[in-house]
């Protein structure tokens, strides 16, 4: 394990048990896989360190965390980034900022950073997704980091989970074997519904830019939607709501869904455009289903279509299937071999919220990826780099040899990482999508 290299900011702690940001902290600080490799320099807290909420603070524990961080960690605990002081050693040592604040924050927060660029030198960003409430908020965070050579990776931490590559696997095999693909995303939240008013509430940014962004993010590295496919003349997608699984609901003032299904058939992708050479061109529909009370999983599963490809990639048209649909994998997160250390973990702690129980290790796969991007020397420049798909699987493709290319040789992108690029794309999706689904939802059989 290498000697502590890395210099960190945790912007947005919260407090243990609850908050992401928190738990970023905490396994920076314990996690055996990431704790030799940084040093924690500081915790910026907007919200339980304003004044304001002083008596939240002390009611949450929050007042009691900041003082044992300074205590035992030597952490430096502030409001804003504006009070952290001048970075030592800033010219030999890499510096990563992970932001896990509220999203509404995550812009304005990351431009008082790159204010600050000159005193604290950051290399590296974090930033917990969706990134922004909107896509003209990651345009500017993109813009910011480009001009402040930040390099920026978003925290989508589904996309490094054993049953999103599980489920990539299969596709490169029915790829290899010139089989069409169907996608189905499956993610469910434990939600009771008198709990929906505080959940719609919390996630005020919707369902598709909150829990589905998940699977978008999935559907765009991994599977290849784009948001153009939605939109324009080189649209080739067609949008279906599965009404009986959906639900449009009002919980405390505020209408969201309860349950979302719907798919996303996809033409041919066009010849000549990047996609239509990667695996992904095999997949002709992609279907998400979330369900915000539906227990605390998520699954993939990947089937073939009868239909095959001919050897430029597109549909065999009015011919017979020339196989049966299959189902090739199901693929569940977490695992059932995962399950017991989970519980262990839940019953340690009874208060750990059960996202962050099932996906800890992710979270932790996710930052040890980063960091040894971070190790390896890659400097600013890549803030708008896309994410190779295949590099999930540590496989090269066009899109990784376009990163490198961007960073004058630097590393590859980190494999299966989210970057401001695909953030930009599931918000514009995102965005796309909203108003056609509610308008087919307001038009179903049956609708008052």
Same mark, same amino acid.
């Given at each position: 394990?290498?000697?502590? %290299?890395?210099?960190?900011?945790?912007?947005?702690?919260?407090?243990?048990?609850?908050?992401?940001?928190?738990?970023?902290?905490?396994?920076?600080?314990?996690?055996?896989?990431?704790?030799?490799?940084?040093?924690?320099?500081?915790?910026?807290?907007?919200?339980?360190?304003?004044?304001?909420?002083?008596?939240?603070?002390?009611?949450?524990?929050?007042?009691?965390?900041?003082?044992?961080?300074?205590?035992?960690?030597?952490?430096?605990?502030?409001?804003?980034?504006?009070?952290?002081?001048? %970075?030592?050693?800033?010219?030999?040592?890499?510096?990563?900022?992970?932001?896990?604040?509220?999203?509404?924050?995550?812009?304005?927060?990351?431009?008082?950073?790159? *204010?600050? +660029?000159?005193?604290?030198?950051?290399?590296?960003?974090?930033?917990?997704?969706?990134?922004?409430?909107?896509?003209?908020?990651?345009?500017?965070?993109?813009?910011?980091?480009?001009?402040?050579?930040?390099?920026?990776?978003?925290?989508?931490?589904?996309?490094?989970?054993?049953? /999103?590559?599980?489920?990539?696997?299969?596709?490169?095999?029915?790829?290899?074997?010139?089989?069409?693909?169907?996608?189905e995303l499956y993610h469910d939240?434990?939600? /009771?519904?008198?709990?929906?008013?505080?959940?719609?509430?919390?996630?005020?940014?919707?369902?598709?830019? *909150?829990?589905?962004?998940?699977?978008?993010?999935?559907?765009?590295?991994?599977?290849?939607?784009?948001?153009?496919?939605?939109?324009?003349?080189?649209?080739?997608?067609?949008?279906?709501?599965?009404?009986?699984?959906?639900?449009?609901?009002?919980?405390?003032?505020?209408?969201?869904?309860?349950?979302?299904?719907?798919?996303?058939?996809?033409?041919?992708?066009?010849?000549?455009?990047?996609?239509?050479?990667?695996?992904?061109?095999?997949?002709?529909?992609?279907?998400?289903?979330?369900?915000?009370?539906?227990?605390?999983?998520?699954?993939?599963?990947?089937?073939?279509?009868?239909?095959?490809?001919?050897?430029?990639?597109?549909?065999?048209?009015?011919?017979?299937?020339?196989?049966? *649909?299959?189902?090739?994998?199901?693929?569940?997160?977490?695992?059932?071999?995962?399950?017991?250390?989970?519980?262990?973990?839940?019953?340690?702690?009874?208060?750990?919220?059960?996202?962050?129980?099932?996906?800890?290790?992710?979270?932790?796969?996710?930052?040890?990826?980063?960091?040894?991007?971070?190790?390896?020397?890659?400097?600013?420049?890549?803030?708008?780099?896309?994410?190779?798909?295949?590099?999930?699987?540590?496989?090269?493709?066009?899109?990784?040899?376009?990163?490198?290319?961007a960073a004058g040789g630097a590393?590859?992108?980190?494999?299966?990482?989210?970057?401001? +690029?695909?953030?930009?794309?599931?918000?514009?999706?995102?965005?796309?999508?909203?108003? +056609?689904?509610?308008?087919?939802?307001?038009?179903?059989?049956?609708?008052?």
């Amino acid at each position: 394990m290498p000697a502590a %290299r890395t210099d960190v900011y945790v912007i947005g702690c919260g407090i243990p048990d609850i908050s992401i940001g928190y738990t970023h902290l905490e396994q920076l600080l314990d996690e055996p896989r990431l704790a030799p490799r940084v040093r924690v320099l500081a915790v910026v807290e907007p919200f339980f360190l304003d004044p304001a909420n002083e008596r939240l603070s002390v009611e949450s524990g929050f007042a009691v965390v900041a003082e044992r961080l300074a205590r035992e960690r030597g952490v430096l605990v502030v409001r804003t980034i504006a009070e952290l002081p001048p %970075r030592a050693d800033a010219e030999s040592r890499p510096c990563l900022a992970i932001f896990a604040s509220r999203t509404a924050d995550a812009p304005r927060l990351f431009a008082d950073l790159v *204010d600050a +660029q000159l005193r604290l030198r950051v290399t590296h960003a974090l930033i917990e997704k969706p990134a922004s409430p909107d896509a003209a908020g990651v345009a500017q965070v993109a813009a910011a980091a480009a001009a402040a050579r930040i390099v920026v990776f978003v925290g989508y931490n589904k996309n490094v989970a054993p049953h /999103a590559e599980g489920a990539y696997r299969a596709l490169l095999e029915l790829h290899a074997r010139g089989r069409e693909a169907s996608i189905e995303l499956y993610h469910d939240n434990d939600y /009771a519904t008198d709990g929906l008013a505080e959940c719609f509430a919390r996630c005020s940014v919707g369902m598709l830019k *909150d829990m589905a962004c998940h699977e978008l993010a999935l559907a765009v590295c991994l599977f290849g939607l784009r948001a153009r496919d939605l939109l324009g003349p080189d649209g080739r997608a067609t949008i279906a709501l599965d009404a009986a699984r959906s639900s449009l609901e009002t919980h405390g003032g505020l209408t969201d869904w309860r349950a979302l299904s719907f798919a996303v058939s996809l033409a041919p992708a066009h010849a000549g455009t990047a996609i239509a050479d990667e695996p992904a061109a095999a997949v002709r529909r992609i279907t998400l289903v979330q369900n915000r009370c539906g227990g605390d999983t998520s699954r993939i599963a990947v089937r073939a279509l009868g239909a095959r490809r001919n050897g430029s990639g597109v549909s065999v048209g009015d011919a017979p299937p020339s196989e049966p *649909d299959e189902r090739v994998i199901e693929c569940t997160m977490p695992s059932e071999g995962a399950r017991a250390a989970i519980e262990r973990r839940r019953a340690a702690r009874p208060r750990l919220r059960a996202y962050l129980a099932v996906q800890w290790d992710d979270y932790v796969e996710l930052k040890e990826r980063i960091l040894a991007h971070v190790e390896a020397g890659a400097v600013g420049g890549q803030a708008l780099a896309r994410a190779p798909a295949t590099g999930a699987l540590g496989s090269p493709s066009a899109a990784g040899a376009v990163v490198g290319a961007a960073a004058g040789g630097a590393p590859p992108w980190p494999m299966g990482v989210a970057s401001l +690029q695909d953030a930009l794309e599931v918000l514009q999706l995102a965005e796309s999508l909203e108003p +056609q689904l509610r308008r087919a939802w307001h038009e179903r059989p049956g609708a008052s």
